[in-house]
């Protein structure tokens, strides 16, 4: 178990670190560091990595913790001839949030070379404006020719891209400021999770999986590699207390972890989110419940895998999701991680059995 401080450190780390879809590599080695002496670590090509407890019993139902490592980002597609080059989303951007935005490109040598997108100036349209469209976009890295940005800047179409930003933590208000919340929060969670797990009557095994924003590629081959018994999936839930009515409002941050009924890709285990839900209710941790008319998790592979497999979304609410900035808290944070311990820790395979 971290101190507070050591989790922010933590936190603010997963953040900054750049981890498109399919490009988890640098998420997987700051997780290796944060890893408890009490797992084995793993790791398969796709960039799953998997936390196997070394004291686990046998004859004892599995648990699986599981979040995504990936971040939703771009590709580079082609390189203009004047050095600007075209690009592809890596999971879900809305347009609009897109142009006049800082990011990094990775070079063939695994550098990060500061950009930003461009559109069409205004001072060069013509007729009423229109809306932002990602094939009139360009990432521009300052070259002035396809052959600098090959050459000098050593960039090649299938570059990933990552929103540049740095995380802050403001301490007297409990914000974190940052990229990449979805689902590096969640990567925390497992491991802060992982961390307090002490007396149960369960095995334990938790997954950092790859390619979640792109069709939950890494869990596809996670549900094929391990077969747990249950599941709880983290996740960096979007918040909707910014955009919606009061009494629509189901994921506000600073009012504890949600808890997902019903999204386009899953209905919740009802058996399962009722004890969750009464068990958060009954140790005073606050708790939202939701239902998404949209959205999707790792949970949507998890809970048809293996005969069934009951699973929960413990969302950790963030504003602004799968865009270049998104704020989150510790307050959320903490009462997601603790929920998920106590969960655990009452487990067994008579009650799973229930589920």
């Known amino acids: ?25 640098e998420v997987v080695a700051l997780a290796r560091s944060y890893a408890s002496q009490d797992y084995m670590l793993k790791e398969d090509h796709l960039r799953n990595l998997y936390f196997y407890e070394k004291s686990s019993k046998e004859g004892q139902p599995l648990v699986l913790i599981d979040a995504h490592s990936d971040e939703v980002g771009f590709i580079i597609q082609a390189i203009k001839p004047n050095g600007t080059m075209t690009f592809l989303p890596l999971g879900g951007w809305s347009a609009d949030t897109i142009p006049s935005s800082k990011v990094r490109v990775r070079n063939s040598e695994g550098v990060y070379v500061s950009g930003i997108v461009a559109a069409r100036p205004p001072h060069f349209s013509t007729g009423q404006p229109t809306a932002p469209v990602i094939s009139n976009m ?71 999986s790859s390619q979640e924003e792109v069709g939950e590629r890494g869990m596809n081959l996670v549900t094929k590699t391990i077969h747990p018994d249950i599941a709880i999936c983290f996740e960096g839930c979007p918040a909707d207390d910014t955009f919606q009515e009061e009494w629509l409002v189901q994921a506000a941050i600073k009012k504890g972890p949600m808890l997902r009924h019903f999204d386009k890709s899953m209905i919740t285990n009802p058996r399962f989110q009722r004890f969750a839900l009464d068990l958060a209710k009954s140790l005073n941790i606050p708790c939202q419940e939701s ?43 903490e009462n997601s991680v603790q929920l998920a311990v106590e969960i655990i820790q009452r487990l067994n395979q008579e009650l799973i059995d229930q589920f």
């Open 138 to 208: 360009v990432i521009d890295i300052g070259a002035t020719s396809r052959q600098e940005v090959i050459e000098k800047f050593k960039v090649g179409i299938g570059a990933p891209v990552v929103p540049d930003v740095a995380c802050t933590y403001d301490q007297e208000h409990d914000l974190f400021l940052g990229k990449a919340f979805d689902c590096r929060i969640g990567c925390a969670a497992v491991l802060e999770t992982l961390a307090r797990l002490k007396t149960k009557l369960v095995n334990v095994i938790g997954t950092l």
């Open 291 to 333: 239902v998404r008319s949209g959205g999707g998790t790792n949970g949507a592979m998890l809970h048809v895998a293996n005969q069934g497999t009951p699973t929960i979304i413990i969302g950790i609410p963030v504003r602004y999701i799968h865009s270049h900035h998104g704020f989150t808290t510790y307050e959320d944070f």
């Open 1 to 25: 178990m971290r101190t507070r401080e050591e989790n922010i450190e933590m936190i603010t780390r997963f953040s900054n670190a750049n981890g498109a879809s399919g490009f988890e590599d």
